[in-house]
Structure formats: structure tokens, C-alpha cells
């Protein structure tokens, strides 16, 4: 019998019109199965889970069977569904509830009304085997955002569910975290056999593992089957979901390689050995160097140390860089290392007490702040939702001009027109990042300053995103990135450079930095660095191998 | 914080020691009573706060010369006057009167400062989850909700910012109230947008589909027992000894103090209590320390 029986499952909301969110799904998932859902945002990956667990569902018309160990899920009791269906959330701090670690852990089983002697067995087993116990009586408020993620999921597997629900639980993550949450959660399914069932973005760290993928498509599954036939299956459909598959699975349909697909790091390495069995005649991608001086740069930053209060340590410890105008420089590096302190020294939110900020050649506490931010400088925020403060997007574009005109066309670049009369809120997490991007540009800044612009965004609109990007470099805009996302830093940044230690350590182009390191570095480079040298994402590893084969 | 004996007993003792320390310090007007509710409150306020205490400490003191000098203004009563002001007499009695009130409120701030420092929210918020679980959720959820509210307002203006909006230093206020109108607004829809989640979540893990239970993280110990024995009989007995007159003290017009009692010693012992749990553990840790 299986674990959850989906049979024609029809949904739409009540405000759709009778468009379908959910289309003539029908769905079997085995006991202990691990599958990954995936889709574009919007294709009805959320919706179709929120039906599995009957108080998330969305009003909305519904047709159709779930069943859940055979039987209709709406017989199965709301005890029964809240003990045995777990479900985890994207945003990790406002899904927890209580202000202690402690008491979010037994959050649920109060809700059950368990007694004081299951509760303190089952708080302390999850709390070992998750490695809470250092941080068990902390608040929750001084956790990091990785820490949460995984308090939620402790504190739903505290009441021991059969299936484990997660909706893209990494999207507010940085790799790191999001790799340590995604090994927990499969160390789960591999040692509790709990079924899991996962929509997720960051494809690389899953695919390799889940038993089979479902990829969506307009409410409609177009293809359920084991992860290496699905990388097949949309190459040969040419579908935009393509994009999102790790890097190997890109590489080895690129080069239109014949055998097994590679689905790992490990794998794409072997293949390319068994390929590349002599040395390659084209060894090595061509790579620029960066000029010994920058003439004019947009920005210049000297020596800058900072810290937030007198007795804390120092978040910048002399930071120097050099910005050539109209160029995408990306800073990188691990978390808390100080990136967003340095964007927010640029603009002046911080002052450093030492150093200097130059923009343009002057000095930046030099400028009125109208000056500045109008027409000069500007910065998009980590979390777009920051900067809506109307009820739609229009408004919020009208609050910065009131030449519609300049909306228009700012809502055109940043491709939002379609979504201008919606409110903030109801967009997805890309469509958010863009009009949040639109609200900044209206200021016409010269120099754009973009804190992790990546995060929660799937591949697809990464690429729309890169396109924008693109877009304003040509039209003279210098921008200075912060990001995790080091595929997307290979891909399309001018400049790169690695932030540790309150310092920029190194500063290189993409294929010179990237190229250089070993483990901070592309899966593509990962790859292809025993054969390829200066390789860094699947198009150079494409290119490279197209070379050599076709002589 | 600082290692606290006491603070590691359980909240139902902390709580119950300092409902009979503060109780008893408002209705106890007499010397002797006063004088030692204000040494042990200084004592165990000095071992949970280290030397920053003092200055707390030191601070009272500017209050307790005023609340004592300030009641023979509207007291005029009493036998012995030692000047007149503005044509009213200025009296002993009324000054000393005013020094016992003066002790009551030094008392009571002390005692108020110890309990902010052993009895934390979480653990008030454990203590009454057992007995009204739903508000003592509630209460648990508001907690985390305002230090939530400060960073995303922090947040907000800190991107307005960034892009040049939110009122300058130089705005007018028209101009300050409108933008932080603008701010509230949108604080309010991502707080609403946040408790939607919040919501789903709580509802998710079984919310409302039986009768809660409270999870105890404390527990009742042999000796948490003993304690709230020990403080029971030495509270009853100060209590006692009031309902006898033991603790009467009269001041104005003439002074007229009950002779001190039993009542004094079992009142002092239950305050001293906590310093003497504190200090006797920190001397068992200095014996064990030795041995090794």
C-alpha cells in the first residue's frame, strides 16, 4: 500500500478564475521514499503540498482523492495528521512559535497533550540527535538563521511523523547551512526510513540521492521518474527546467556524452577521466588579468575598520578595494564575515571610525544625502520585503517618481510589468527580488549595491536576474554584489573577490579566483579540474570539451 | 549571569520567596524589620550583580534622603519639632516616619532588582504554563514578538535609507510622522504576513486538537522541597508574631516601637535565605576545589 495515494487531484483558488493550480494529479509515494518535487515558481509545487495535510490546505474548489495509508485524508484525524505528517516551512523565523530552543522542541507534543515523561524523553532524543544541546536553554532569538531551520525540523520530528513534508526549507540559507540542513534531513529518510518528501531550488546537494523526481509544470506533472532519466527527459524536451539540474547532469548533456549521466561531482570527475584518457590538446580556458591600476574607479574603499559597539570586536579590519566603473564586482565569503557591513559602510549606514569611502573620486561623507541617493548611489537590501511599505507594487514604484513614464520602463527592464497592480506580498520570492530591484533603480543610481541578490531565487529567474544585471552594466551602472552563490559569481561577475577575516584577502577575475582555489569554488571547476585547467561553470567545461572532441 | 544557588532551585521557590520578601517589606514599618530587610536585600543584591551593584545601591541612596526629608512637608504632626518651615513645624517624628518609608521603597526596589535577576521570563512563563497554559503561551509569544518588532523596524528604515527615503535629520516633524506612518504600515503587513505563518505552523503541529500540556523543563527537587518547607515555617512564624503586635511600630505624634521579638530573628533568617544558599555553595565548591 502506499505511503500517500494522490488520485486526479484538481485545485484552483477561488480568485483564479477557475484556472488550475493542481491539474489532473495523480501521485504514488512508497513508504521510505525520498522524492524531490521540482518546478518553476508558481508551478504549483506549494499547493500541491499544502494538500497533503488538511488544516494547511487553501480554500479553494477541489476535486479529486488523497489518500493517506489507504485512507481519504480528510477521514484521518487531526491528531493522526498532526503527529504523523510533518511539515517544515521556507521562512525558519516565523514558523517558530516560543521564545526558547527548549520549549520549541516540546512545542508540539504539548499540543498532544503528552505527558511530562514522554516529553522530556523525546525533547532529549532529538535534542542528541541533532546536536541541540549546546544551544538547548538559549533564545531563539540569538540563533542563525541554519540553527532555526533545524530547531523546526527537531521540533516536528519530536513527534515522530511517518512523512516529512519540507517546502523549500533552504531558500533563506546560505550553502553551508543549507547543505548541513539537507544531510540531516537525509540522514533521517536513510536511518528513521521516515518518507520525505522535498521541493528545494539548490538541486545539487538533493538530486544525487532522492529516489525519484517529480518536475512540475503549470499544475501538471510532465515527468515523475528516477533523477538520471529526468536530467534526460528535459534535455530531450528542451525545458527551462533544465537550468536548475546540478552541474554534472548540464555538462554531460552539453557535450552530448553517451553512457550513464554523471550526477555527482564524483561521477562528472570519472567521466570526464574516461573520456580524457590522454591529455587534452586544449587544456585551459583563456584568462583575463586584472589591470595593475584602475583608472577613475566608481568605487575606492581604503583601510576601513569598523565594529558595531565600543567593546565589540572590530566587523572590518582594514578593507580595501577598488571598483572600476561600469563592472560587476562580487565580494564573497562566509557568513558573518562582515559583507553586508562593508555594503552598508558604502552607503553610509555604517561609519567606519577609520578609512575612507570614495565614490566617484570623492569622498563619500562629502555628499548630502540627497545628493547621494538620489541619481547616485543605492543599495537593494537581503530581504526585498524590507523596502514595500504600499499596497501594490505600483504604488511603491510611485512612491520614488511620479513620472509614470520612468515606472513603465523600469517595470519593463525589470519585467514586472504584469505583476504591477499585485501586492508586494503575493508575489514569489524572484518576483520579489525584481521589484524591489525596479523600486531601487527609479533612483537612477550610477553605482548599485546588491546584498545577496541570489537568495531564494530558482534558476530560472536566477538567469532573468543575470540578464537585468547584464542589461544595467551596459548602461554605464557599476554594481558591487555581496553573495553566497558562487555559480552565479563564476558565471557573470567582472571581479570577484573573498572577504575573510574583516579583509578582502584576494580580488581576481572569476576564472583566475575561482579557477586557482580548490575547495572554495564551482562544482564545474570541481569537476573538470583534474583535465581542464580555468574551467569554472558547465559552458567553459562545454566549451572546452566540444574543443578537444571536435578537434 | 552569575553562578546563583538559589537561582537554580526551582521557579515555584524563587517565585514564592520573593512574593513573602516583597509582601512582607510593604506592610512592615518597624526599625529593626527594615534595617534588616535593607542589609540582606544589599547582600544578595551585591552577590548576584558584582560590583556593578554598587552603583544601583549607591543610587538609592540620593532617593532615600529625599523621601526622608520630604515627608515632614505634608506631615506636620509629631512631638519634637526641630525647625519651622514656611510658618509649619518640622518634626522628628514625621522625619523618622519618612525614613521608614523611605526604607520600604529601598527595600522593595532591592527585592524587585534580585527577582528581575533569579526569576527570568522563561522561567515566570514555565511557572504559570502549568497552571494556565494558554495565557502563559500567549504571554511567551508577545515576549518574542517586540525584540522581533524593533529589528524589522531597525530593517526597514535601515533599506529606506539606502535608497534615500525616510526623513532626513532636517525634516520637518510633518515630514518625520509621515514617514514613520509609512514605516508602521508596513510593519504591520509583514507582521501580519509573519503571524499567517506563525499561524500555519502552531497548526501544523497539532495546535488546538487536544488539551495542551505544559512541558516542565524544572523540576521539583528534595531540596526545593525542604527550602519552600523552611521558608513556609519562618514566614508563618513572622506572620505570627505580627498578628500578636510584635512588628507594630507607631510614629507619629509620639514614637512608640514593639519591643523586638522572635519575629525578627525568623524574619531575618527567611530573608537571608538566598545568601545563604549562595554562600554556602560557594564555599562547598571551594572545599572540593581544595581536595582535588
Known amino acids: 500500500m502506499a505511503h500517500f495515494e494522490i488520485k486526479d487531484l484538481n485545485f484552483s483558488y477561488p480568485t483564479a478564475k477557475g484556472k488550475k493550480s493542481l491539474d489532473g494529479v495523480s501521485l504514488s509515494i512508497e513508504r521510505g521514499e525520498y522524492v524531490v518535487l521540482c518546478g518553476k515558481s508558481g508551478s504549483g509545487k506549494t499547493t500541491l503540498l499544502r494538500q497533503l495535510k488538511s488544516v494547511l490546505a487553501p480554500h479553494g474548489k477541489k476535486t479529486g482523492e488523497i489518500l493517506f495509508n489507504g485512507v481519504p485524508l480528510e477521514k484521518v484525524s487531526q491528531r493522526d495528521q498532526s503527529a504523523k505528517i510533518g511539515y517544515v516551512m521556507q521562512n525558519p523565523d516565523d514558523q517558530i512559535v516560543t521564545d526558547k530552543v527548549w520549549h520549541e522542541l516540546a512545542f508540539g507534543l504539548e499540543s498532544l497533550g503528552c505527558d511530562q515523561k514522554t516529553m522530556r524523553a523525546r525533547v532529549a532524543e532529538m535534542a542528541c540527535y541533532f546536536g541541540i544541546q549546546d544551544w538547548f536553554h538559549r533564545d531563539v532569538a540569538n540563533l542563525s538563521g541554519g540553527q532555526k531551520q533545524l530547531l523546526n525540523l527537531a521540533s516536528i520530528m519530536a513527534m515522530q511523523p511517518e ?7 533552504t531558500s533563506q540559507l546560505d550553502p553551508i547551512a543549507a547543505s548541513d540542513f539537507l544531510n540531516t534531513v537525509r540522514k533521517i529518510n536513510i536511518e528513521l526510513g521516515t518518507t520525505v518528501i522535498i521541493t528545494e531550488h539548490r538541486l545539487e546537494d538533493i538530486f544525487p540521492y532522492a529516489d525519484r523526481a517529480i518536475v512540475m509544470d503549470g499544475g501538471k506533472v510532465i515527468a515523475n521518474d528516477t533523477p538520471r532519466n529526468i536530467g534526460r527527459l528535459l534535455y530531450e524536451q528542451q525545458n527551462d527546467m533544465f537550468a536548475a539540474m546540478p552541474t554534472p547532469v548540464r555538462v554531460f548533456y552539453g557535450a552530448n556524452g553517451a553512457g550513464d549521466c554523471p550526477l555527482t561531482v564524483r561521477e562528472g570527475r570519472n567521466w570526464l577521466s574516461r573520456e580524457f584518457t590522454a591529455e587534452p590538446v586544449h587544456k585551459a580556458m583563456p584568462v583575463q588579468t586584472l589591470p595593475d591600476e584602475i583608472e577613475n574607479p566608481a568605487l575606492s574603499l581604503k583601510e576601513l575598520w569598523f565594529r558595531y559597539e565600543k567593546d565589540s570586536p572590530d566587523v572590518l579590519r582594514g578593507v580595501s578595494a577598488e571598483v572600476p566603473a561600469g563592472s560587476l564586482y562580487a565580494i564573497v565569503g562566509g557568513n558573518g564575515a562582515g559583507k553586508s557591513t562593508t555594503l552598508k559602510a558604502i552607503c553610509g549606514i555604517c561609519r567606519p571610525y577609520r578609512g575612507k569611502v570614495k565614490i566617484f573620486g570623492k569622498p563619500v561623507e562629502k555628499y548630502k544625502s540627497a545628493e547621494l541617493f538620489g541619481g547616485c548611489l543605492a543599495m537593494l537590501p537581503q530581504d526585498p520585503k524590507s523596502l514595500f511599505v504600499k499596497k501594490t507594487v505600483r504604488e511603491d514604484l510611485a ?5 509614470e513614464k520612468r515606472i513603465a520602463e523600469v517595470a519593463e527592464t525589470c519585467q514586472i510589468t504584469s505583476l504591477l497592480d499585485s501586492h508586494p506580498y503575493d508575489l514569489s520570492g524572484g518576483e520579489q527580488q525584481r521589484a524591489a530591484l525596479a523600486k531601487v533603480l527609479l533612483t537612477q543610481p550610477k553605482l548599485l549595491l546588491l546584498d545577496e541578490p541570489t537568495k531564494g531565487i530558482d534558476s530560472f529567474f536566477k538567469e532573468k536576474l543575470a540578464g537585468i ?18 555559480e552565479f559569481c563564476a558565471k557573470y561577475a567582472d571581479m570577484v573577490s573573498m572577504f575573510f577575516d574583516g579583509q578582502m584577502l584576494t580580488t581576481d577575475t572569476p576564472r583566475r579566483f575561482f579557477g586557482n582555489n580548490s575547495f572554495y569554488t564551482t562544482a564545474a571547476n570541481r569537476m573538470s579540474r583534474h583535465v581542464f585547467s580555468m574551467a569554472v561553470t558547465a559552458e567553459d567545461v562545454v566549451a572546452l570539451y566540444r574543443q578537444n572532441k571536435e578537434g | 549571569m552569575r553562578n546563583d544557588a538559589f537561582s537554580k532551585c526551582h521557579p515555584a521557590v524563587n517565585f514564592l520567596f520573593f512574593v513573602g520578601a516583597i509582601g512582607m517589606s510593604v506592610v512592615i514599618q518597624h526599625p529593626a524589620y527594615l534595617t534588616a530587610g535593607i542589609v540582606t536585600g544589599a547582600v544578595y543584591y551585591l552577590l548576584l550583580n558584582g560590583r556593578k551593584g554598587w552603583k544601583t545601591i549607591l543610587g538609592l541612596l540620593p532617593m532615600f534622603i529625599f523621601l526622608t526629608a520630604i515627608n515632614p512637608l505634608f506631615n506636620t504632626l509629631g512631638v519634637t519639632p526641630l525647625f519651622h518651615l514656611f510658618g509649619r513645624p518640622y518634626t522628628l517624628e514625621a522625619l523618622l516616619y519618612g525614613a521608614a518609608i523611605a526604607s520600604m521603597f529601598v527595600i522593595m526596589m532591592l527585592w524587585f532588582g534580585c527577582y528581575n535577576k533569579v526569576l527570568t521570563s522563561d522561567k515566570f512563563t514555565s511557572l504559570f504554563g502549568s497552571i494556565i497554559p494558554a495565557i502563559s503561551l500567549v504571554l511567551v509569544m508577545v515576549l518574542r514578538m517586540v525584540p522581533n518588532f524593533i529589528r524589522k523596524t ?5 533599506a529606506r535609507k539606502s535608497i534615500g527615503k525616510g526623513a532626513a535629520e532636517n525634516a520637518s516633524t510633518k515630514e518625520k510622522l509621515n514617514d514613520g506612518m509609512t514605516v508602521l504600515g508596513a510593519l504591520t503587513s509583514w507582521a501580519l504576513e509573519g503571524s499567517v505563518v506563525t499561524g500555519d505552523s502552531m497548526r501544523a503541529r497539532g495546535y488546538g486538537c487536544a488539551k495542551r500540556s505544559s512541558f516542565m523543563i524544572y523540576r521539583m527537587t528534595v531540596t526545593d522541597w525542604a527550602l519552600l518547607f523552611i521558608m513556609m515555617a519562618l514566614l508563618a512564624s513572622t506572620v505570627t508574631a505580627a498578628c500578636f503586635g510584635q512588628v507594630t511600630a507607631v510614629f507619629v505624634p509620639a514614637i512608640d516601637l514593639a519591643p523586638t521579638s522572635w519575629g525578627l530573628a525568623t524574619y531575618t533568617c527567611y530573608l ?19 581536595k582535588i
Open chain 1, 399 to 403: 512612491e520614488m517618481t511620479k513620472d
Open chain 1, 163 to 169: 512523512v516529512l513534508i519540507l517546502d523549500e526549507p
Open chain 1, 469 to 486: 544585471l547584464c542589461k544595467l552594466k551596459e548602461s554605464g551602472i557599476t554594481i558591487v554584489m555581496v553573495s553566497h552563490d558562487v
Open chain 2, 154 to 158: 531597525q530593517q526597514i528604515t535601515g
Open chain 2, 272 to 290: 537571608l535565605i538566598p545568601t545563604a544558599l549562595h554562600i554556602k555553595e560557594a564555599i562547598q565548591w571551594h572545599i572540593s576545589k581544595s
